[in-house]
């Protein structure tokens, strides 16, 4: 039949795509596309007519009893607008809500506590699987069985449905919760059938709602909320939480991104095992498939995304693609311009990226040319199985990334600033046995110059100890590039004051250079200058001198005398001498450097600028020293009374 036929003569008629219209003594239900015929007895009509709801009646799968914290203003203006005769809630027709968001934000949760607290609002309140249509068709045969057992246990899932659908349209003020919905669209066959309740639809998905339903996205919990149900369900119920165990669990929700059910299940996992929150957080990637403490196996987080994404890969692989890639990126302001080589054609990078966005895996910046992704998600990815060879998932994809964008000469200040948080993520984030790369060394190691230029060299550490890791492992421990890598890596803990771990790296580096360059070559003597320096900083001027001075004549020697290597050794060698006091031979050192600098580099040349600095620091220190000296010779006379004789 067409939409808008007639059945028998009833005056009802189906007016929406899909929808259906039975009713009153006619024995049939039709849907409005003329895709579905389904015959219901006469018998059964008149029970769809007559039958009452039990006070209370409905099928929630859980109890309102569980803790349920900072939602309290989303469950107002969930109520609002359910209730409101506006456009905003679109209860013209029916009253229509969609809340949308990630795997374990809570959507499912605060439809739940909604349907609780208001379910004596309602003659009916019905829960409703709505991951496909035939779920959907079987949940409301589900509510044919409840209310009319009689002709219902004997009925096909079809017949039982069309009944369900026909006892809606007689008897108004029930409430529909269609949960995860797949596709919006799914939605239309019972707005347009059902108008006198309400419909309120949990969904992963955040697009194709525009013209179904107004849409609710509902965000992360706030942290204090997140670390108040991180205790409550971790401690005891009347166990007062600490400012120690507050700070613990504050860390916990932070790595958790302050989602619900992450939170949830942590807290159980906690409760139950004993386990602190500083261990779960170093497990993390391990136990967050774990279910303890009445969590279903099914409801963790690593099941909920791991359903979300096969969902994702059905609709476009390319995407998924995409997320292993951006799990081991830095999680916020991803450039689109990054992931462009995964794929370069913009119209296939836009449609990818919008199936994520789709099912809430992924969220833009303002201007939508950057990308978030949730850290736990992150995480989750993280851990997935390596494949044959030793690459986790996405893994490879992302350090092709940073090689392509740090490969370039052009690359300006601002495009560094971009990049430079997903370089050190990729560093940081390096698996266990995960193969080793040149290419991604050199990635680092552009990344940590432009730092070193930048004046930055603490923020080097990360960037400069992967170089470092990479080159030993493809080179080899005694490789020139691992050589200079291990001495770029003592150099900058020395920046920052760390010489406990920079000494040793120095000792090293020049014991394997001149093993494997010779003790004369020059990065031999850059070595020994650096330890030299190492100690001097450290205070142990007794190994500084020497290493200094040896240094010094083999710079003479193989650079000759005014080479800027070796004005900058003759520069450390006479700070020492200054450090120890021996001014007599350090001023001579220093004004000899000076004199140097001014005829190789130029009187203004930085260098110049330090050894001109350096020497009226020594004769600022030398006459002090005479002054002291002055100022001792005339106290001792001035002490000494002359005799007198009677």
């Known amino acids: 039949?067409?939409?808008?036929?007639?059945?028998?003569?009833?005056?009802?008629?189906?007016?929406?795509?899909?929808?259906?219209?039975?009713?009153?003594?006619?024995?049939?239900?039709?849907?409005?596309?003329?895709?579905?015929?389904?015959?219901?007895?006469?018998?059964?009509?008149?029970?769809?007519?007559?039958?009452?709801?039990?006070?209370?009646?409905?099928?929630?799968?859980?109890?309102?009893?569980?803790?349920?914290?900072?939602?309290?203003?989303?469950?107002?203006?969930?109520?609002?607008?359910?209730?409101?005769?506006?456009?905003?809630?679109?209860?013209?027709?029916?009253?229509?809500?969609?809340?949308?968001?990630?795997?374990?934000?809570?959507?499912?949760?605060?439809?739940?506590?909604?349907?609780?607290?208001?379910?004596?609002?309602?003659?009916?309140?019905?829960?409703?699987?709505?991951?496909?249509?035939?779920?959907?068709?079987?949940?409301?045969?589900?509510?044919?069985?409840?209310?009319?057992?009689?002709?219902?246990?004997?009925?096909?899932?079809?017949?039982?449905?069309?009944?369900?659908?026909?006892?809606?349209?007689?008897?108004?003020?029930?409430?529909?919760?269609?949960?995860?919905?797949?596709d919006a669209a799914d939605m239309r066959h019972y707005l347009g059938t059902l108008p006198d309740g309400h419909h309120l639809a949990t969904s992963r998905t955040a697009t194709g709602w525009h013209t179904i339903a107004p849409t609710m996205p509902l965000g992360l919990l706030d942290a204090e909320a997140a670390v108040n149900l991180l205790c409550t369900l971790a401690l005891e119920a009347e166990h007062v939480p600490t400012p120690a165990q507050r700070r613990d669990a504050a860390d916990l929700a932070a790595d958790l991104g302050y989602l619900p059910l992450a939170l949830e299940q942590a807290g159980a996992y906690l409760f139950e095992t004993g386990t602190s929150p500083a261990d779960y957080r170093q497990m993390l990637g391990r136990v967050i498939d774990a279910a303890a403490g009445g969590i279903d196996p099914e409801r963790t987080i690593a099941r909920i995304w791991h359903h979300t994404l096969t969902a994702v890969q059905r609709r476009?692989?390319?995407?998924?693609?995409?997320?292993?890639?951006?799990?081991?990126?830095?999680?916020?302001?991803?450039?689109r311009t990054l992931l462009a080589p995964l794929c370069p054609d913009p119209l296939a990078l836009g449609e990818a990226l919008g199936t994520l966005y789709a099912y809430n895996m992924i969220a833009y910046s303002a201007d939508r040319q950057a990308i978030s992704v949730h850290r736990l998600v992150q995480t989750v990815l993280r851990h997935q199985p390596a494949d044959s060879d030793s690459y986790v998932p996405g893994r490879r994809d992302a350090e092709h990334l940073i090689q392509h964008a740090t490969s370039g000469e052009d690359t300006d200040t601002f495009q560094w600033e971009q990049l430079l948080p997903h370089v050190v993520a990729v560093a940081d984030s390096t698996p266990f046995r995960s193969p080793a790369s040149t290419d991604t060394a050199n990635a680092y190691q552009a990344a940590a110059q432009y730092l070193f230029r930048q004046g930055r060299e603490a923020h080097t550490i990360p960037l400069r100890t992967a170089v470092l890791t990479q080159h030993e492992q493809v080179l080899g421990d005694t490789h020139p590039h691992t050589l200079t890598s291990r001495n770029n890596l003592a150099y900058a803990y020395r920046a920052v004051g760390d010489l406990g771990r920079a000494i040793p790296l120095h000792e090293a580096t020049l014991a394997q250079r001149e093993q494997v360059l010779g003790d004369t070559h020059p990065h031999t003597l850059a070595s020994r200058n650096n330890l030299a320096s190492a100690y001097q900083a450290v205070g142990d001027l007794g190994r500084a001198i020497p290493l200094h001075e040896a240094t010094l004549a083999q710079y003479e020697q193989v650079l000759g005398d005014t080479h800027p290597q070796t004005l900058?050794?003759?520069?450390?060698?006479?700070?020492?001498?200054?450090?120890?006091?021996?001014?007599?031979?350090?001023?001579?050192?220093?004004?000899?450097?000076?004199?140097?600098?001014?005829?190789?580099?130029?009187?203004?040349?930085?260098?110049?600028?330090?050894?001109?600095?350096?020497?009226?620091?020594?004769?600022?220190?030398?006459?002090?020293?005479?002054?002291?000296?002055?100022?001792?010779?005339?106290?001792?006379?001035?002490?000494?009374?002359?005799?007198?004789?009677?």
């Open 568 to 646: 900058t050794s003759r520069n450390n060698l006479a700070s020492a001498y200054r450090a120890v006091g021996d001014l007599g031979r350090a001023i001579p050192l220093h004004e000899a450097t000076l004199a140097q600098r001014e005829q190789v580099l130029g009187d203004t040349h930085p260098d110049t600028l330090t050894s001109r600095n350096n020497l009226a620091r020594a004769r600022q220190a030398d006459q002090a020293v005479q002054q002291r000296s002055t100022a001792t010779s005339t106290a001792a006379d001035e002490g000494q009374q002359p005799s007198t004789a009677d």
């Open 1 to 182: 039949m067409t939409e808008g036929a007639v059945a028998g003569g009833s005056g009802l008629q189906a007016t929406g795509v899909r929808s259906m219209a039975v009713g009153g003594d006619v024995s049939v239900a039709i849907t409005g596309d003329g895709a579905r015929v389904v015959m219901l007895p006469a018998e059964a009509v008149r029970w769809a007519r007559e039958v009452e709801a039990p006070p209370g009646a409905g099928n929630l799968p859980g109890s309102a009893s569980g803790v349920f914290v900072g939602r309290k203003g989303e469950l107002a203006e969930l109520r609002r607008l359910l209730t409101a005769e506006g456009e905003a809630a679109v209860t013209q027709i029916s009253g229509v809500r969609a809340i949308h968001g990630l795997g374990g934000i809570g959507k499912s949760t605060l439809a739940l506590h909604y349907a609780h607290t208001y379910r004596r609002r309602y003659t009916l309140v019905w829960w409703i699987n709505a991951t496909s249509t035939e779920q959907i068709v079987t949940s409301l045969a589900a509510l044919a069985v409840r209310l009319c057992p009689q002709w219902a246990a004997s009925a096909g899932v079809q017949e039982r449905a069309a009944w369900a659908m026909l006892w809606l349209q007689w008897h108004p003020g029930w409430l529909l919760v269609f949960d995860n919905v797949e």
């Open 316 to 335: 476009n692989p390319q995407a998924v693609t995409l997320l292993n890639a951006m799990a081991w990126l830095a999680p916020e302001d991803i450039p």
